[in-house]
């Protein structure tokens, strides 16, 4: 994903004028009435993420992506009730056609009431953000792996506790396909996100609805803030809000912040346009980088150096208790 220049300038102008913009609180909710939910187990969900690290970057069209396809279409499908392999040749920023697919994981598929979660599983095929190596692929422990990890132990827990409403998981391929910042090719629009703007043009069924949906990149990082990002903001805040008072009932006030933050270029947004189904973006914002993205983003630093287990429990137990309390009708 890529940040929106023009909205991040309006963004700053706006927080620089606020003397102390990390207190900004609009809106905050300490306790509520809490459904009865799974643990996440932050331990199977950093198993998860080693074994999508264990594969090598998981760029499209190398054999590491398709070992990794196979693997995910193997664990997806064991535990949720109904497994579709979206299938699509998608165009990159510089010709490449990329053999993309998005995989699919639904629990109840008749019920009416929905949430749809999502992460992108592919990795970065540059490091265009490092100072070395910049034509490498990067192996993207946080940014890809850390959002499937967790709604890999979603899916577990939701198969030994069934909710009785529709939960759908999409892991979306070509996200980070994105034309790279030493490319001297003009300018492509709508480069990254391949795989969400397939599918939200081309539901895997037909007329899909869902209530809301989450999506996840970047849910890792250790002491990560996961901030209201203005694209979430424009599209879905009732959800926003939604969820981060559960992070505050449960106690994840560090993690989850009511500031905020320029609106930026995720899956999120075409399922946003495209579908109109009101989708949040869970993802980090860190302060003390020119782009806005977490110290290892687009970089060879983002291993295992950028994970912290207890980040993956905040978002993970957060996203597992949204489920339930919306089961509960609470
Ligand atoms: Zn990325």
């Not at 004028?17 to 939910?37: H, R, Y």
């Not at 992460?119 to 490092?130: G, K, S």
């Not at 150096?305 to 996203?319: E, P, S």
Request: some cysteine.
């Amino acid at each position: 994903m890529k940040n929106i220049v023009f909205v991040s300038l309006i963004a700053l102008v706006f927080l620089a004028c606020k003397p102390n913009n990390q207190t900004i609180e609009i809106e905050k909710v300490e306790s509520m009435q809490l459904a009865e939910a799974p643990i996440f187990n932050e331990d199977s969900a950093f198993a998860q993420l080693e074994k999508q690290l264990s594969f090598g970057p998981r760029v499209p069209n190398t054999a590491a992506h398709q070992e990794a396809a196979n693997y995910l279409q193997k664990i997806l499908g064991h535990y949720a009730d109904t497994l579709i392999v979206q299938k699509a040749e998608l165009k990159a920023y510089d010709g490449t056609i990329l053999k993309a697919s998005n995989i699919i994981g639904s629990f109840n598929l008749t019920a009416q009431k929905r949430i749809l979660l999502a992460a992108h599983w592919d990795t970065r095929p540059f490091a265009d953000q490092d100072e070395e190596g910049l034509t490498d692929p990067i192996l993207g422990a946080n940014d890809g792996a850390s959002g499937v990890a967790v709604l890999l132990e979603i899916a577990r827990q939701l198969q030994l506790t069934p909710p009785e409403i529709g939960i759908d998981i999409i892991l979306f391929d070509a996200e980070d396909y994105g034309q790279p910042a030493f490319s001297e090719d003009p300018f492509v629009r709508d480069s990254y996100c391949l795989g969400s703007q397939y599918w939200s043009k081309n539901p895997h069924i037909p007329n899909y609805q869902a209530d809301f949906g989450i999506l996840l990149d970047m849910v890792g990082a250790p002491n990560a803030l996961f901030t209201h990002e203005g694209t979430s903001v424009n599209y879905a805040n009732e959800y926003l809000h939604k969820v981060w008072s559960i992070a505050h009932a449960l106690g994840y006030n560090s993690y989850f912040s009511y500031l905020q933050t320029n609106a930026i270029t995720d899956d999120h947004l075409y399922v946003n346009a495209i579908t109109g189904i009101p989708m949040i973006d869970i993802i980090q914002h860190d302060a003390s980088t020119n782009s806005g993205f977490g110290w290892y983003w687009h970089t060879h630093d983002d291993n295992l150096d950028a994970i912290d287990k207890r980040t993956l429990k905040a978002v993970g137990q957060t996203v597992l208790q949204t489920i339930y309390q919306e089961n509960q009708g609470l």
